[in-house]
C-alpha cells in the first residue's frame, strides 16, 4: 500500500536537546511539505522541498532544519533553538504543486520537558 | 498576515441539515484550492478540490464553490451525518506552497 509514513507517533525530549522528526513516502511524490499545528490552530508550513537536493523556508522555519537527499524522506529536525517546539508536526507530499493535492501523514506529537 | 482566513472558529448543525463552511483567501496567485478534514492526532485527509478555472465542483455530498472576485470559496455539506464532525481545513495552492486556514471545527448533532 502507498502512503506517507511518520514515525514515531508521540516522542519526548529534555529541553535543549535536537530531535529528529522522519517522514517516508513511497508514493513517488516530488513534493514534501512539514507542518506544525499547535491546539486550536492551522497547519503552518515549515519546509518544504519540491526536488530532491533542495528545500525552501516555510512561514516558520527558524529553529527547524531540514534534508532530502532521497526522494522518498524528508526528515525534520527540530534544534534547540526552536523556542515553542512542543506542538503537533503533520509531514506531507504532493505528486504536483500545480494540484495542490498533499497527502498527510499521522503526525508525531513533539513533547519537550 | 494570514493569507487563507477561517472566520468561524465553529459551527454546529443539525443531523440532515446542510453544513456551510466558508473561506476566504487575499493571494490572488492562488490557482488551486483544496478542503482538508482532519480528526484529532490525525493527518487531515483531502476531501475535494477545485482550480481556479471552475466555479463549482461537487463530489456527492461535499460541493465546493468558489468566487474569484470576492476571493470567497465555500464547502457545502448536505445531507450532514454525525460522522461529518471534525475540523475542516481550506488550502489554497500557489507559489510552490499549500497554504492553509486556521480551519473550523464542526458538530453535527444526531
Known amino acids: 500500500d502507498g502512503g506517507i509514513t511518520q514515525s514515531p507517533k508521540y516522542l519526548f525530549r529534555k529541553e535543549g536537546q535536537n530531535v529528529t522528526l522522519s517522514c517516508e513516502q513511497n508514493?513517488?511524490?516530488?513534493?514534501m511539505y512539514w507542518y506544525r499545528q499547535d491546539p486550536g490552530q492551522g497547519l503552518r508550513l515549515i519546509y518544504y522541498?519540491?526536488?530532491?537536493?533542495?528545500?525552501q523556508k516555510g512561514d516558520i522555519a527558524e529553529g527547524y532544519s531540514v534534508s532530502r537527499e532521497k526522494k522518498e524522506s524528508f526528515p525534520l529536525t527540530v534544534t534547540s533553538a526552536q523556542k515553542n517546539p512542543t506542538a503537533f508536526y503533520l509531514c506531507?507530499?504532493?505528486?504536483?504543486?500545480?494540484?495542490?493535492?498533499?497527502?498527510f501523514g499521522q503526525g508525531t506529537r513533539l513533547t519537550v520537558v | 498576515d494570514q493569507q487563507v482566513k477561517q472566520n468561524s472558529p465553529s459551527l454546529s448543525v443539525q443531523e440532515g441539515r446542510i453544513s456551510i463552511l466558508n473561506c476566504d483567501y487575499t493571494?490572488?496567485?492562488?490557482?488551486?484550492f483544496l478542503w482538508y478534514k482532519k480528526y484529532p492526532a490525525e493527518g487531515p485527509t483531502f476531501l475535494i478540490s477545485i482550480s481556479s478555472i471552475k466555479d463549482k465542483n461537487e463530489d456527492g455530498r461535499f460541493t465546493v464553490f468558489l468566487n474569484k472576485s470576492a476571493k470567497h470559496l465555500s464547502l457545502h455539506i448536505v445531507p450532514s451525518q454525525p460522522g461529518d464532525s471534525a475540523v475542516y481545513f481550506c488550502?489554497?495552492?500557489?507559489?510552490?506552497?499549500?497554504?492553509f486556514g486556521g480551519g473550523t471545527r464542526l458538530m453535527v448533532k444526531p
Open positions: 506531507a507530499s504532493s505528486r504536483d504543486r500545480v494540484l495542490g493535492e498533499a497527502f
Open positions: 488550502a489554497a495552492s500557489g507559489a510552490d506552497m499549500l497554504t
Open positions: 508514493l513517488n511524490h516530488d513534493a
Open positions: 493571494n490572488s496567485m492562488f490557482d488551486y
Open positions: 522541498s519540491q526536488i530532491v537536493n533542495d528545500f
